[in-house]
């Protein structure tokens, strides 16, 4: 087998692992979103959905999807990444909301266009950190 070959299949993994886990940190973030929302105002409900599958999605990204130890370094390039997804999703969150998307979907299509581009930028920092440090 290729270089090539395994690297695809190493990817396609990652990327598998990465479905799963998403979806996990996703169920978490929306959940809580849909029970605050009825409570206090959509963005802040938003955020505090964003910051606890935060925490999850760390965890998981590291030891399961990149199969890399957590560390300082990965953690803060992970929340680098994030805080950039962050302002991604919730400047998503209030187009699709201005666009006249109900509040119970509007997140979907936030996720839509987040969880393709938040993988690249934490495959970056997770690949990133590893060969650092191995040198």
Same mark, same amino acid.
């Given at each position: 087998m290729e270089i090539k070959d395994l690297l695809k299949r190493e990817t396609l993994g990652e990327l598998f692992r990465f479905g799963i886990v998403g979806v996990l940190a996703v169920a978490i973030h929306y959940a809580i979103y849909w029970i *605050?929302? *009825?409570? @206090?105002n959509v963005n802040v409900a938003f955020t505090i959905g964003y910051v606890?599958? $935060?925490f999850a999605n760390y965890y998981l990204s590291a030891h399961f999807t990149f199969r890399e130890h957590?560390? =300082?370094e990965n953690g803060a &390039?992970? =929340? &680098? =990444?994030? @805080?950039? +997804?962050? $302002?991604l999703q919730l400047g998503l969150f209030n187009f699709f909301l201005w666009l006249g998307v109900h509040r119970f979907l509007a997140p979907f299509c936030v996720f839509c266009i987040s969880v393709?581009? +938040?993988? *690249?930028?934490v495959r970056f920092v997770f690949k990133h950190f590893k060969k650092k440090s191995k040198q």
């Open positions: *605050l929302q *009825l409570w @206090i606890v599958s $935060f957590t560390s =300082a &390039g992970f =929340a &680098g =990444a994030h @805080i950039f +997804n962050y $302002f393709p581009t +938040n993988f *690249l930028v």
